[in-house]
């Protein structure tokens, strides 16, 4: 019988995003303008001079990932033939969709089309607010919200899990490189990646939280017709943080499994509701143009050949940095569900029907929000415009004729999602800070689990209680500068693995 190693804190890499995430909130408090200022600065020069690598890796990967489902590797199954599935198909779906979307799905579904339809890339000659303008803004949100990103995810993702279950690696990103350079990828270098990559997950959870509460709060008053204010604010944080704690003190099986499957379904609803209150043909069709122009342009879009250097820039380019960012350390708990699958089961249900769900999700949010912006002269645009992406979606189900109870089953929802989302990626961050992880032995204590979720809680407070300072927001994708190379090295390994033929260690050479 073998014993697990006693779980313990890996200091180094618990303590220093801690406190370095302290001082970057109170600098950015105490010296806002020249804080931003830098950050600024900084992303600029990373998508300016690193944007043709995001954008090379991404279509890399998905190259990289037909090639391993293609080859004997996508035979393997992870954690060897007699291992057995920590959860069903359908289970493992639902955690992996809510894992990875959280709120951004339904903030972005509505608000982000708008900008493409109203305001189109220059080169590509499109009046604003046309069909045609509508066909590319579908098209966009295809291409920021199915393949490539999910790509992304899955590369590191499945990477992780032949290297922890196959060659039984500790749970670490510094794991992802042994494939490469073997023993040599733990230590101080090691503990550096988990460090700095832990902390841009932090920081992108905290602005995720933050914009999650103000749009609960905005809602919760227009619903209720008062005025909350800063205690309604800390109320929703708190039961927020209290909710996905309770969940992950019940495990995976029953609670972050539980509430991934309660939104799922919420989600599917959404969906019908949508297209059968919305212009549910003009939605089809507005989707099979938007589709069929995403195909058309898969390549060449990717890369930012077809359309302005600083549009690419500034929406594709950074919506893979902040997709990375969030990566590495959601992919250990994306690997961790892979356990009893094999290597082409873990891409269909990480990548294609991930895919698939974001486009029918952009067919029917996307396609309805497109349409009714330009049935009702730019009115949707115009409260972006005003008042920022938050309240479009609530504005989008107004208009749909959805009442109180739509409005409150939205708010349910944008709750209920970033609970799923942060019950995951927080059992990831304290696995990731705690010495001792095994596959016998998954999970942090408790406490470590409690320590993250308040911070992400109390950072995600000071951005609000700031009016939202973006600094932090784009720490999380200037977090995505060092994970691009993490991530790429995860591919590495996985094409060496697929180049051998196998995922585990190879024999020890014998003596004489």
């Known amino acids: 019988m073998t014993i697990a190693p006693p779980r313990r804190i890996n200091r180094p890499v618990f303590l220093i995003p801690l406190a370095v995430l302290t001082a970057a909130v109170l600098t950015s408090l105490w010296q806002r303008e020249a804080f931003l200022a830098a950050e600024v600065a900084i992303n600029d020069w990373v998508l300016t001079w690193f944007g043709p690598a995001f954008a090379l890796a991404g ?9 391993v489902a293609l080859s004997p590797l996508g035979r393997t199954i992870i954690g060897g033939p007699e291992a057995k599935p920590l959860l ?5 779906f639902a955690v992996m969709l809510c894992t990875t979307i959280a709120t951004g799905i339904l903030f972005w579904g509505a608000a982000e089309p708008l900008f493409h339809l109203n305001a189109p890339p220059p080169m590509l000659g499109l009046e604003p607010g046309s069909d045609g303008a509508a066909a590319f803004a579908m098209s966009t949100m295809f291409l920021h919200w199915t393949l490539t990103p999910y790509g992304i995810y899955t590369v590191a993702a499945l990477a992780f899990a032949l290297v922890y279950y196959n060659r039984r690696e500790p749970f670490s990103l510094s794991s992802l490189f042994v494939p490469l350079i073997g023993p040599r990828a733990h230590g101080p270098v090691g503990s550096g990646i988990d460090i700095i990559c832990l902390y841009a997950l932090v920081a992108g959870m905290a602005a995720s939280m933050g914009a999650g509460i103000l749009a609960l709060a905005g809602g919760i008053e227009g619903l209720g017709g008062f005025a909350g204010g800063a205690g309604l604010r800390w109320a929703i944080m708190a039961l927020i943080v209290a909710s996905f704690l309770i969940s992950a003190a019940t495990g995976l099986q029953k609670g972050i499994a539980g509430l991934s499957l309660l939104n799922t379904w919420i989600f599917f609803a959404i969906i019908v509701f949508v297209l059968l209150a919305g212009p549910t043909a003009q939605m089809l069709g507005l989707s099979l143009r938007g589709g069929a122009d995403y195909a058309a342009t898969f390549v060449p879009r990717n890369l930012g050949f077809d359309v302005d250097r600083d549009w690419h820039r500034q929406w594709t380019i950074f919506n893979w940095a902040n997709w990375m960012a969030w990566a590495p350390v959601t992919a250990l708990f994306l690997g961790r ?19 698939l769900f974001g486009a029918v999700w952009m067919t029917a949010i996307a396609g309805a929000t497109i349409l009714i912006d330009q049935q009702s002269g730019a009115s949707l645009y115009t409260l972006l ?14 208009a749909l004729g959805g009442g109180p109870v739509v409005t409150g089953i939205v708010l349910f929802t944008i709750f209920l999602s970033y609970v799923a989302g942060a019950d995951a990626n927080v059992s990831a961050m304290s696995a990731l ?3 001792g992880i095994s596959p016998e ?13 308040v911070t992400v809680g109390l950072v ?22 060092p994970a691009l190379f993490v991530i790429v090295g995860a591919a590495l390994s996985l094409a060496a693995m697929m180049v051998r033929g196998r995922p585990t260690a190879a024999p020890a050479p014998s003596s004489g």
């Open 59 to 67: 279509v890399a990967f998905l190259a990289l990932l037909a090639a």
């Open 88 to 92: 069903g198909r359908w289970r493992w």
């Open 337 to 355: 569900l892979a356990v009893g699958y094999s290597v082409r089961a873990f891409i269909l249900f990480n990548l294609v029907l991930p895919a």
């Open 385 to 398: 415009v005003e008042r920022g992406p938050d309240p479009v979606l609530f504005g989008l189900f107004h």
């Open 433 to 435: 800070s705690t010495h």
């Open 441 to 453: 032995r998954p999970e942090a204590p408790l406490w470590v689990q409690a320590v993250w979720g």
């Open 460 to 481: 995600a407070m000071v951005l609000v209680a700031a009016a939202g300072i973006d600094g932090i927001r784009m720490m999380s994708v200037l977090g995505g500068f």
